[in-house]
């Protein structure tokens, strides 16, 4: 507004509120505009507001039967989880799997001995390996921390030291792989790292143990062949020795091993032998004695029948490997029934503690075993030497899984249950259930979701179609401040047969009938707990119950998932056709109504965008009356200024004159 005053102390006129008041007149025309834009900018709001609760009852559809749907998700329960537990991936087959966690693989952890304060690492070149892989640093010697922290800041995630202060005056430290599996194993090659290792007392010298054992038989062993690869074929009935020499003596850590492969033979059927010759009865005979003739009778004997021999006896026995310690015969483990390879692993004090052959001996009538890589080790040994104080060695890990043995180099095992992570987390003789199942209550999650945000859109519409207050008192879950603005809102689009026409929609497509692959007789969501009901108490009619909103029956829901999920599943969305498109159920249908109101150049974004227009133009209308608002100020205040100039004139001439009359009286 204009700075010009109005001085309005000489007229007695109260100028500035007779401008005040005719611009108050001038204003109308600018309030009406700034209404109208106000009214714009809150129809806006609604439509955004509007637009948003579709797009979520839009993504909460599609989430029902897109790609990321959650009828493809899995969970993996386990009946003991200090054992074993597991995670499933999306799409992983429902299943039920026993899991029997015979041994963890681990990792080497070494200690070494109590080492003094002033003990001092050799300086030069450490060079370790976990496995086929290889850590090498360089070191300028010093303590023992030093040390520790030099390994720590090259071990590439696969080594790691530690030092733990045993006793106020000596330390220990823990050296140790983060890789578990016996092809993990930890190696202090030769040079300053098995210098180091040997005089901290982490490692120690010993003989060499690995005793490999040729797969020859003993000369006196039957039924035996060799293959072309090396190993030894027993064919049934086979039997005879692998004489061990010299004879192994325990140093209460050897094990013995080899491995086995187990091959069925074809059943032929049986076919008796012919019928062998035997005697014959002989005929009646005479002698002449003397003149006198002399007759025999026939033979009073009578031979027996011919009887077939029986089938020989099918025999099935896997205890076909023992250990001969002079005349002490101790048996291996039984084998087990299955074809696939298997490793039988025992320790050498469990066979008596010393050896002098392996026997075998293959009463099976329709097997064939084939054995092979017989060794005698030492597990703890590297080369010439083997760890002084070990807490863990490496070692892998060993299942049972539906009674087949299996063993991995870890605990974390992805490829023995297809789409199945499992972790081992402890050991234990009795079997571990796994259950691999869909993923229920995310379903059930998503479903109540996508109701959620079915009827918060039916009660937006229902709010801005009807002046009717009992829509608002009826909606439950509503806050203070959502009820003021519903309030507010009330009727503001009755009579838009857009929306109208919307709410309708919703409706039809939530009532409709959809199809099932799996289930014939499934065709609403009624039937899986989902509907409107309608009837209240005693019969009569809940007339909210009439606006179109949803309820979910839980029990009857968990059910439907419990027995029929693959139902449940088609009612939101079916590919129809065979096109490996969604093309049809309650959830497509909603996703697909929303499309031409929730997109780009959709009707709320063209009704938006309509709103700017108006209200740029509004605000236009606004900017360029105000300004001749302020000039028609200025322009009253100015003629106001000169009318009070003017009067002050006139004053000033009265005064004047009174003054020129009282002179001349006196």
Do not use: C, H
């Not at 797009?55 to 200090?82: H, M, V």
């Not at 029986?310 to 250990?323: G, I, N």
């Amino acid at each position: 507004m204009s700075d010009i005053t109005i001085p309005g102390v000489n007229s007695g006129l109260n100028t500035e509120s007779i401008v005040s008041k005719l611009m108050e007149l001038e204003r109308i025309p600018l309030n009406r505009k700034e209404n109208e834009r106000d009214s714009y900018e809150g129809e806006k709001t609604i439509w955004q507001d509007l637009s948003r609760n579709l797009t979520k009852l839009e993504t909460t559809a599609k989430n029902l039967y897109g790609a990321d749907n959650p009828f493809n998700e899995r969970i993996a329960e386990s009946s003991n989880e200090k054992v074993l537990t597991a995670v499933a991936e999306r799409g992983a087959l429902e299943q039920e799997k026993e899991i029997t966690v015979l041994k963890k693989a681990s990792a080497d952890r070494f200690l070494s001995d109590s080492i003094n304060e002033d003990f001092e690492a050799p300086s030069g070149t450490y060079v370790f390996s976990v496995g086929d892989e290889e850590i090498s640093f360089n070191f300028r010697g010093g303590s023992i921390n030093r040390l520790a922290d030099r390994i720590n800041n090259r071990g590439r995630d696969m080594l790691r030291a530690q030092v733990i202060k045993d006793t106020p005056d000596t330390t220990v430290m823990l050296i140790e792989s983060t890789k578990e599996g016996l092809e993990n194993k930890l190696d202090f090659k030769e040079g300053t790292a098995l210098e180091f290792a040997v005089s901290a007392g982490i490692l120690k010298q010993i003989d060499s143990s690995l005793r490999n054992i040729p797969a020859a038989p003993s000369a006196d062993s039957t039924g035996t062949e060799e293959t072309a690869s090396g190993r030894l074929m027993l064919n049934p009935g086979a039997d005879g020795r692998f004489i061990i020499s010299p004879p192994v003596k325990d140093n209460g850590k050897l094990l013995v091993e080899f491995e086995v492969e187990i091959n069925d033979l074809e059943e032929g059927a049986w076919t008796p032998p012919d019928v062998p010759q035997g005697p014959d009865d002989p005929a009646a005979a005479a002698i002449d004695f003397k003149g006198i003739n002399i007759f025999n009778s026939v033979s009073g004997i009578s031979l027996p029948e011919w009887e077939a021999p029986l089938p020989p006896e099918k025999v099935v026995d896997f205890e076909v490997f023992s250990s001969m310690n002079g005349n002490t015969e101790k048996f291996f483990p039984a084998l087990r029934d299955t074809t696939q390879k298997q490793k039988i692993t025992v320790k050498l004090s469990d066979l008596g503690g010393r050896t002098d052959a392996i026997i075998f001996k293959n009463n099976n009538t329709y097997k064939e075993i084939t054995v092979s890589d017989i060794k005698i080790y030492d597990p703890n040994a590297r080369g010439n030497w083997e760890p002084a104080r070990p807490i863990e060695q490496a070692s892998n890990s060993k299942m049972l899984i539906d009674g087949i043995e299996i063993t991995r180099n870890s605990n974390i095992i992805e490829d023995l249950v297809p789409g199945v992570t499992l972790t081992l987390r402890g050991e234990d003789d009795e079997p571990v259930e796994l259950t691999i199942t869909p993923d229920n209550e995310l379903v059930k999650d998503k479903i109540i979701n996508f109701v959620a945000n079915y009827n918060r859109i039916q009660a937006d519409l229902a709010i801005l179609t009807t002046n009717d207050a009992t829509v608002i008192s009826e909606i439950e879950y509503f806050t203070e401040d959502e009820i003021e603005k519903a309030n507010k809102r009330l009727g503001y689009f009755q009579g838009d047969s857009t929306l109208t026409q919307m709410k309708s929609r919703l409706q039809l497509i939530m009532m409709n009938p959809y199809s099932s692959e799996t289930d014939v007789t499934l065709r609403l969501l009624s039937q899986i707990g989902i509907s409107t009901n309608s009837t209240g108490f005693g019969g009569g009619i809940n007339n909210s119950k009439l606006r179109g909103y949803i309820e979910i029956n839980e029990d009857k829901l968990d059910t439907s998932l419990e027995t029929n999920i693959r139902g449940v599943k088609d009612l939101f969305g079916l590919d129809t056709d065979g096109d490996l498109i969604i093309d049809n159920g309650a959830a497509y249908k909603a996703q697909e109504y929303m499309k031409p109101y929730t997109g780009g150049n959709g009707i709320i974004a063209y009704r938006m965008t309509s709103l700017d227009s108006r209200i740029d133009r509004t605000e236009r209308d606004i900017t360029n009356y105000e300004i001749k608002l302020e000039d028609k100020e200025a322009e009253l205040k100015n003629k106001y200024a000169i009318m009070e100039g003017n009067i002050n004139a006139l004053q000033q001439s009265s005064n004047s004159l009174n003054n020129l009359n009282n002179n001349n009286r006196n």
